[in-house]
T-cell receptor, first 114, second 111 residues
Framework: SQTIHQWPATLVQPVGSPLSLECTVE??????LYWYRQAAGRGLQLLFY??????ISSEVPQNLSASRPQDRQFILSSKKLLLSDSGFYLC?????????????FGEGSRLTVL | LAKTTQPISMDSYEGQEVNITCSHN???????ITWYQQFPSQGPRFIIQ???TKVTNEVASLFIPADRKSSTLSLPRVSLSDTAVYYC????????????FGSGTQLTVLP
């Protein structure tokens, strides 16, 4: 069966520090991968999505970046965090081109920037 | 891309049927409609998916009219544990899987 893992689950970082959140998917091939952010009491904001290795689409200009070095690995990064980067980050996957399915979400990573 | 519009919030009482409607006026021919449920500090989870007419599973029903410009999620006999945010998502099988959620509907079930 397919599983998705993301880590770390919780982190507290000072303003200006770097960030790296990792997400891996198991049990599937060629998934579409997504990073979402959810601020407190708000909806899901799509940050990045990827339809293949090395292919990243950015939805919101900001100081975050994403990379997909392997088919089932998706990384969210920042060189210098801002206070506004605080939030709940969710990685998700869905079957790729040619199929309709459901989005599967990871457990989430709660980031607090101080 | 089909943009979705939902009511921001709804209140209901335990045991009642709840219907949440989503508008998606520019839905494409190959788009499906999927509903998700989200509890605080968790990722959304799949409830139901449909293309047209009616779909029913063990937890909900999904009604889609012929023009497919809207859909209604029906939750029978809600309980307190159904208090959550509900999102509808419109998606096709194309390569541009830009899956953008709308604002969602906060359902509060009261005792």
């Amino acid at each position: 069966s397919q599983t998705i893992h993301q880590w770390p689950a919780t982190l507290v970082q000072p303003v200006g520090s770097p960030l790296s959140l990792e997400c891996t998917v198991e049990g599937t091939s060629n998934p579409n991968l997504y990073w979402y952010r959810q601020a407190a009491g708000r909806g899901l904001q799509l940050l990045f999505y990827s339809v293949g290795i090395g292919q990243i689409s950015s939805e919101v200009p900001q100081n975050l970046s994403a990379s997909r070095p392997q088919d089932r690995q998706f990384i969210l990064s920042s060189k210098k965090l801002l206070l506004s980067d605080s939030g709940f980050y969710l990685c998700a996957w869905i079957p790729g081109l040619g199929s309709v399915g459901e989005l599967f979400f990871g457990e989430g990573s709660r980031l607090t920037v101080l | 891309l089909a943009k979705t519009t939902q009511p921001i919030s709804m209140d209901s009482y335990e045991g009642q049927e709840v219907n949440i409607t989503c508008s998606h006026n520019n839905i494409a021919t190959n788009d499906y409609i999927t509903w998700y449920q989200q509890f605080p500090s968790q990722g959304p989870r799949f409830i139901i998916q449909g293309y047209k007419t009616k779909v029913t599973n063990e937890v909900a029903s999904l009604f889609i009219p012929a023009d497919r410009k809207s859909s209604t999620l029906s939750l029978p006999r809600v309980s307190l544990s159904d208090t959550a945010v509900y999102y509808c998502l419109v998606d096709g099988d194309g390569s541009a899987r830009q899956l953008t959620f709308g604002s969602g509907t906060q359902l509060t079930v009261l005792p």
